[in-house]
């Protein structure tokens, strides 16, 4: 498998840099749409699980971020 054609690699980083924002996108939704669930649920002053929720989606991503660019460059 080390003998790939180098441009075929290339386009695997950008298909896989591209994919990046998405999955982003769609943890932070997802994670603030289940905290915006639990408020209607479970009602309160403050948004709390919304707001911590949200805050978790976007600790996770950044995590998920990290570890798919870590990879990308050990492949390189």
């Not at 997802?30 to 929720?53: Q, T």
Request: a positive charge; charged letters at 20%; aromatic letters at 14%.
């Amino acid at each position: 498998m080390d003998n790939q054609d180098p441009k075929k690699r290339t386009n695997n980083k950008w298909l896989a840099l591209i994919n990046i924002p998405i999955q982003m996108g769609a943890i932070i939704f997802l994670f603030s749409y289940f905290g915006n669930w639990l408020d209607e649920k479970y009602p309160n002053v403050h948004n709390v699980f919304v707001k911590i929720l949200t805050l978790v989606g976007v600790a996770i991503a950044f995590y998920n971020i990290n570890r798919q660019l870590k990879e990308i460059n050990k492949s390189s």
